[in-house]
């Protein structure tokens, strides 16, 4: 595999996910302590110079707060066919909460699941929650006419972050780990048919997600490079400190230190 690497300005950078402040705490930590950027960010193209975030922020941001004004990323190629996973576990929600929701907003239809079984779901985007009795409800946001998506799913989201404690739905190693025994109620909502096209035009409308909840496979990440913050901070010019990252890069594979993560971008910046 041969990445594409390079350093971009941050300001350059669209995130369409917001962050998690303990993640953040964690990466400024490491980096602190470090004074190494362990891995570049996963970016995809925007346009002529501009980038979209492929992973979480919390990374980014922490190594925002170093005053650094450029930073490594791989760039990747997003295929509109990419699979995109977007889901959440929420605490306490309940039927009732959600019925609440769909008498503000009926434009969000509310499907049981028998009625969805018989139902073409592609033109619209569908939250599908389980509640911790195994019952399912779906919420559906149809498409407008230019396959765009419907204003009440992004209502949708900001009801659950206004009354709701949410959490992205950790994978199965983490869940195997866990304590299982929690004092709430913890109801998991997949919001299916999400596309790439979708990531990209929530970022040219400045639509955040919320944190963790937009994953995305994107091929092979890049592990192991840990750049050094010095170089950054150094007054040389951009074109130097790209051929340090790829002449840095090559001493890494040399030496077998750098590692490919098979999973993509979904969950590198855990902790």
């Known amino acids: 595999m041969n990445p594409k690497l390079k350093i ?24 602190n302590t470090r004074e190494i950027l362990p891995h570049p960010v996963a ?14 922020p919390s990374y980014l941001e922490a190594a925002q707060e170093q005053k650094l004004e450029h930073i490594p990323v791989q760039q990747m190629i997003l295929r509109h066919d990419e699979a995109v996973d977007a889901s959440l576990v929420v605490e306490n929600l309940d039927e009732n909460q959600i019925n609440r929701f769909n008498f503000c907003f009926p434009r969000a239809m509310l499907v049981p699941t028998a009625e969805k079984r018989k139902q073409n779901s592609a033109s619209f985007i569908s939250a599908a929650i389980t509640f911790p009795d195994q019952k399912k409800l779906y919420l559906d946001f149809r498409r407008n006419r230019e396959t765009t998506l419907n204003g009440h799913l992004y209502y949708f989201l900001n009801f659950l972050e206004r009354n709701f404690v949410i959490r992205n739905k950790a994978p199965l190693s983490e869940l195997k780990s866990a304590n299982l025994k929690v004092s709430h109620i913890e109801t998991i909502i997949d ?54 990252l790829i002449d840095l890069l090559n001493y890494r594979i040399r030496s077998g230190h750098p590692e490919y993560f098979r999973c993509g971008v979904c969950y590198l910046n855990r902790h």
């Not at 970016?43 to 979480?56: A, D, M, N, P």
């Open 8 to 31: 971009v300005r941050i300001a350059d950078i669209t995130s369409i996910q917001k962050s998690d402040p303990s993640r953040i705490a964690y990466w400024r930590e490491y980096i």
């Open 43 to 56: 970016v995809t193209t925007l346009g002529r110079e501009r980038y979209l975030l492929l992973e979480e």
């Open 191 to 244: 919001f299916c048919h999400l596309t790439p096209d979708d990531l990209l035009l929530a970022a040219k409308n400045g639509i955040r997600f919320p944190s963790g909840m937009i994953s995305i496979a994107g091929g092979p990440r890049l592990l192991g490079i840990d750049f050094p913050l010095r170089v950054l901070r150094e007054r040389a010019p951009l074109r130097e400190k790209n051929r340090f």
